[in-house]
């Protein structure tokens, strides 16, 4: 069936999340949005394209810092509210210059902090 | 430094997304959501329990179905407005029987099936 970005369910203020996760090493990189366009953007570059909610604008990520996600694969969840994007990720996926944006475990109570900022 | 759930961020309804990956394959199975008190209750527990948006109740992920997630990591992202969630997945994550609520790609602009329910 031919898809359609638009038939995916939004919420109220038209935005569903994202899961960006490294096609080869599988880790979960990050969580952001994409409104309908983002969706048909990003599929249609293959640039993966959120829509930043603090900025209300269009977020081609690592645009400005270099640390594109290349899209590998786009799949969405069978409510049809949440996709997972593989992608090539180029450079740290975090602003804090870490690899992955989920460095911080809670283990007995305690966090911990899995990785440090690369350079 | 001690953790609390009540200092994550969470949206005007007192929620926030929760990314499970099974701990072993690193798939990505589903995402759902959580309150300050669901998430307490995962880490007290070792139990993933859930805030069920259409049963306005908690959810004990697999109490009736049997396809429980016991907590093998729980991270959370820089933003502190998302969490991650290793688990040990027994049975299938997804309501539909399949091993992963991501089981439709968009390829070419068509809608491919990936996995197919298991029994």
């Known amino acids: 069936m031919t898809f359609d970005a638009k038939k995916l369910r939004y919420n109220d203020q038209g935005l569903l999340p994202v899961i960006a996760q490294d096609h080869d090493s599988l880790e979960v990189l990050m969580l952001a949005w994409m409104?309908?366009?983002a969706v048909e953007r990003t599929l249609e570059t293959g640039?993966?394209?959120y829509w930043s909610r603090s900025r209300q604008s269009f977020w081609i990520k690592?645009?400005?810092s270099g640390h594109t996600q290349k899209l590998i694969d786009l799949r969405y969840d069978c409510d049809q509210d949440c996709i997972l994007v593989?992608?090539?990720q180029i450079g740290a996926a975090?602003?804090?210059m870490r690899r992955s944006c989920?460095?911080?475990a809670v283990r007995d109570?305690?966090?911990i902090e899995l990785m440090k900022?690369?350079?």
Do not use: S
Request: aromatic share 8%.
């Open 102 to 104: 989920f460095y911080t």
């Open 94 to 96: 975090c602003h804090t």
């Open 62 to 64: 690592g645009e400005t």
């Open 35 to 37: 409104n309908a366009e």
């Open 86 to 88: 593989l992608v090539e």
């Open 47 to 49: 640039k993966v394209t």
């Open 109 to 111: 109570g305690e966090e």
């Open 117 to 119: 900022p690369e350079h």
